[in-house]
């Protein structure tokens, strides 16, 4: 797992000039719910004072922020990418968490770490961004101590009566949203439908739980959030 994947390489490159407005421009294209999946995310980690957290894709540190405050703990961030982390840095520093945060630039399928060093470990739009989804997950869940908690963030394809409101978002109304922001966003509401479209057809949710299964995770659960949009998933190392 030495190379950087062509997977790795387009998500550094398509996110890198996003940092400064990641955050609002999530939150507004995702109608309000990017933040609060993240939230939820967060409620599933077991985690108190004295804890050592490690969330990976940290991207602008959203999540590492609302761990600490919410539990005390202290979290390394680590991302491959250094623009999304310069904006982390300033988010942190803003927090007044620089004390209990640390940032990393690292790959998830190379973590940089000794094995069973955190006690719980998040991750956030990573898999569909690797080339090899279950050596990863089996890499991150090497670095958790056992009993340690394991939860993920990703974007999901609603099943039913939401599936065409979804396709008609995802297909027309975010890339023309994005570019009205930016061409960055603009490319990245284009991208985005097809990737976690090509995501959920080869890791439907059966298939993913036996990903985390695999890599050793157990009491594996997930729940749907806003209508089928977004997934999170957790374990137990």
């Known amino acids: 797992m030495g190379a950087v994947s062509g997977r790795s390489r387009e998500a550094r490159k398509l996110f890198a000039p ?46 590492a922020v609302e761990l600490s405050r919410r539990t005390g703990c202290s979290v390394v961030a680590l991302d491959q990418s250094p623009e999304m982390l310069e904006t982390a840095r300033q988010r942190v520093a803003r927090a007044g968490l620089a004390g209990r945060i640390s940032l990393v630039q690292g790959r998830a399928e190379q973590l940089p770490f000794e094995d ?51 396709e008609l978002y995802v297909r027309a109304g975010l890339p023309l949203l994005g570019r009205a922001v930016s061409p960055a966003w603009g490319a990245v ?39 089928g949009g977004g997934v999170v998933t957790w374990g137990s190392r």
């Open 18 to 63: 996003l940092g400064p407005t990641y955050d609002r421009y999530a939150a507004l294209l995702s109608f309000g719910q990017d933040p609060r999946w993240r939230r939820y995310l967060v409620s599933r980690v077991r985690a108190r004072p004295g804890d050592r957290i490690l969330d990976v894709a940290t991207g602008t540190a959203a999540v």
């Open 189 to 227: 509401g284009s991208f985005l439908g097809a990737s976690i479209r090509d995501f959920d057809r080869r890791f439907p949710p059966a298939r993913t739980r036996d990903l985390w299964h695999g890599a050793g995770i157990r009491d594996v659960r997930s729940r749907r959030l806003s209508l």
């Open 116 to 166: 069973a060093s955190f006690d719980g470990l998040t991750f956030t739009y990573l898999l569909r961004y690797v080339e090899q989804p279950a050596e990863t997950l089996s890499e991150l869940a090497r670095v958790v101590r056992p009993g340690g908690t394991i939860a993920s963030l990703e974007f999901a394809v609603p099943r039913g009566l939401w599936r065409p409101a979804w």
